[in-house]
């Protein structure tokens, strides 16, 4: 055999997806949001709540939102946030499809902004949007990077075939800041009084915004969560963990539905959303 020659290429990826928002056991309506959509170079489509497809001449792009402010908002808010993905990020698309060099990090980071600016906006000219906001973790993934960004509590976890669970996002809060530099731990930080106190979102009167941007390589096998805050407060990392990696459901109960159902028995308190993203080798 001749130890020259190049490997042979990697078999495509397939992607696996699955996703369910609950408005919890004691609010009245549910602020949270998601989005799942795959694109190319031609068109943008909206994708169910399970599935699977292969990353072969595609994009997908899920995100969850959690929205903020009085009345309904929050919800507003939201629902804003993920359609205004929609618009943005298929016109970023065709423009790498057609040679313009534009990075993840500033399409990311204007798609970001455009988002803030519309909030902002209705806030200011609506007294019912007055200090509307809303939190954002978004993950794009292509055949071999999921670029992610992302502002607020709510999350982005990435789980690798061999490894343990890591909160790939920062929250946006005090804190988030003092978990992550090591002075308090993960049961310190779910009991802390100010631990829904965002330092960053999305519209909510900030006037600067900082998005965590970033990618993370990703290889058959792995595996993304994207929650709102909701089911943080319902499960420790490690049950998410174990819950990601339970064998199937007999019953047929997809990831995110065991994961949201588990959350809401925990706690209930908040609206619970999850979307885990699996890859494995096509057939």
Not at 135 to 164: E, N, V
Not at 186 to 199: D, G, I, K, S, T
Request: glycine share 10%.
């Amino acid at each position: 055999m001749d130890s020259t020659a190049p490997p042979p290429p990697a078999p495509p990826t397939t992607l696996a997806w699955s996703a369910l928002t609950d408005r919890g056991r004691f609010r009245s309506n549910n602020e949270d949001a998601f989005l799942a959509l795959t694109l190319d170079g031609h068109e943008v489509r909206y994708l169910g709540k399970t599935g699977e497809a292969s990353l072969v001449g595609r994009d997908f792009v899920f995100a969850v939102s959690d929205g903020m402010g009085g009345a309904k908002s929050g919800e507003f808010a939201s629902r804003i946030t993920v359609e205004r993905i929609t618009k943005l990020l298929p016109r970023a698309f065709r423009m790498s499809a057609a040679g313009i060099a534009t990075g993840f990090t500033d399409v990311l980071s204007e798609l970001f902004s455009a988002i803030h600016s519309d909030l902002l906006q209705l806030g200011f000219s609506y007294e019912e949007c007055a200090g509307m906001g809303a939190t954002l973790s978004l993950a794009w993934f292509t055949p071999d990077w999921m670029y992610f960004a992302h502002i607020g509590d709510s999350r982005i976890y990435y789980l690798p075939q061999a490894g343990g669970l890591t909160q790939v996002t920062h929250d946006h809060s005090h804190v988030g800041s003092l978990r992550r530099s090591g002075q308090i731990n993960e049961r310190e930080a779910r009991m802390h009084p100010r631990r829904n106190a965002l330092q960053q979102s999305l519209g909510a009167g900030h006037q600067f915004l900082e998005p965590h941007i970033g990618a993370v390589g990703h290889q058959p096998g792995d595996r993304f969560l994207i929650c709102s805050d909701g089911l943080t407060d319902g499960l420790w990392d490690y049950q998410i963990e174990d819950l990601i990696r339970a064998a199937r459901d007999p019953a047929g109960a997809s990831v995110a539905q065991r994961l949201v159902h588990e959350a809401v028995q925990a706690s209930g308190r908040d609206n619970t959303t999850a979307v885990v993203v699996e890859f494995s080798p096509s057939a």
